[in-house]
Each structure stands twice: as structure tokens, then as C-alpha cells.
């Protein structure tokens, strides 16, 4: 159960996009649909963004999306506002109800 | 409204024990999978734990299992994590947080086990 990987850091100016990779194998990104994107200001409680890859909850901006391809799902804001500076992190169901975080992402709006 | 509170940690000894709780209201609990996750000062978040909605089934990251056990109570309304022979590694800030398929939609604040001699 390793984690995912990310990139540590990620930036871009207001109204630009920007896109996080996440990285994991065959037994865990690759092999299920089910990919979720946590955002994280500092001192506050993750708040999911994106669940099964690409499906938005209730309230979350259309501004963000995700796909997959093999084993690397992504994440990319578009139209970047200060508010989505934070820290990101993917989550992957790996199997046999295991679970396996990302190590984080930290975007900054320039 | 959804909210998820937890309690219990604190200050513990190398080798002792703690036992943390999440109370949850506003939605029907025992109809949910529960996780734990763990975030160690300035680090990246840790899948912990889950448990089914009975309790009849849990699961836990391989390098916890042993040391860690999770349940709840859904009389209660109420989550647990027994933490013990805890080691230094193991200071974290613990969240609670609600299944949505394999997601996790709610969460806690996290309640900080430290510890240290």
C-alpha cells in the first residue's frame, strides 16, 4: 500500500488552469473507477471534490475536473480563483477495502 | 445538517493507549461505512481504518493492523478507534469521515494524539 503519487507543488495565475497528476498501479488507480480528489486549506478538514474519477458533489465549482488513463488519474481547476489555493490530494480504492492517499499536492495562485 | 465531532486524544506515554470517538448526527448512521484518517503535523493524509455499516466487517492499512481497532456503536450513533501500543510515528491529527461509495464526503476536525516522553 504505497502511496500515490504527486506532485509536490503546483501553481498558476488567477483565470489560468491547472492540471495534478496522480499516479499509482495496476492494483489501485488502474484497476478501479474510483478515484477521489480531496481539497485542504490550512488548518481545516479535507473536503471532497471529485469522487468516481469525475463526479462533482453537490456545491463543487464545475470548475474542476478529473479523468483517468492507466494508471495516472488527474485533476485540473480551470478558470483558477485565490480560494483554490490549498492542498490536494487523490485517494484510490486499492482493493479488499484498502484505501491509499496521495502525498499531496500544494497549488498556488499566483 | 451532517456533523461528525471527535473526541479523545491527547498527550500519551510510547507504548500506551488511547481511545479516540467520532459522535455523528444528521444523517443515518448505521447506514453509512465510517473511516478513520490520520494526518501526521505538516504531512499527507493516511487511510487508517474502515468499518460496514453492522460493524461485522473492518479493515485496516497493513502497517496498523494489530495495534489499531476500529468500531461503533449505532445505538449511539457513535464511531471508536482503539489505539495502543502507540510510538512516536503514530502523533497525528485523526479524522472521522463518511463513505459515499468510495469516497469519503464528510468529515470531522480531527481530534490530535501526541506521543511523546
Known amino acids: 500500500q504505497s502511496a500515490l503519487t504527486q506532485p509536490p507543488s503546483a501553481s498558476g495565475s488567477p483565470g489560468q488552469s491547472v492540471t495534478i497528476s496522480c499516479t499509482g498501479t495496476?492494483?489501485?488507480?488502474?484497476?478501479?473507477?474510483?478515484v477521489s480528489w480531496y481539497q485542504q486549506h490550512p488548518g481545516k478538514a479535507p473536503k471532497l471534490m471529485l469522487f468516481?474519477?469525475?463526479k462533482r458533489p453537490s456545491g463543487v465549482p464545475d470548475r474542476f475536473s478529473g479523468s483517468k488513463s492507466g494508471n495516472t488519474a488527474s485533476l485540473t481547476v480551470s478558470g483558477l480563483q485565490a480560494e483554490d489555493e490549498a492542498d490536494y490530494y487523490c485517494t484510490s480504492y486499492a482493493g479488499d477495502s484498502n484505501y491509499v492517499f496521495g502525498t499531496g499536492t500544494k497549488v498556488t495562485v499566483l | 445538517e451532517v456533523q461528525l465531532v471527535e473526541s479523545g486524544g491527547g498527550l500519551v506515554q510510547p507504548g500506551g493507549s488511547l481511545k479516540l470517538s467520532c459522535a455523528a448526527s444528521g444523517f443515518t448512521f448505521s447506514t453509512y461505512y465510517m473511516t478513520w484518517v490520520r494526518q501526521a503535523p505538516g504531512k499527507g493524509l493516511e487511510w487508517v481504518a474502515q468499518i460496514s455499516p453492522d460493524g461485522r466487517a473492518t479493515n485496516y492499512v497493513d502497517s496498523l493492523r494489530g495495534r489499531f481497532t476500529i468500531s461503533r456503536d449505532n445505538a449511539d450513533n457513535s464511531l471508536s478507534l482503539q489505539l495502543n501500543t502507540l510510538r512516536a510515528a503514530d502523533t497525528a491529527l485523526y479524522y472521522c469521515?463518511?463513505?459515499?461509495?468510495?469516497?469519503?464526503?464528510?468529515w470531522g476536525q480531527g481530534t490530535l494524539v501526541t506521543v511523546s516522553s
Open positions: 495496476s492494483s489501485d488507480v488502474g484497476a478501479h473507477y474510483s
Open positions: 468516481d474519477v469525475s
Open positions: 469521515a463518511r463513505h459515499v461509495g468510495r469516497a469519503f464526503d464528510q
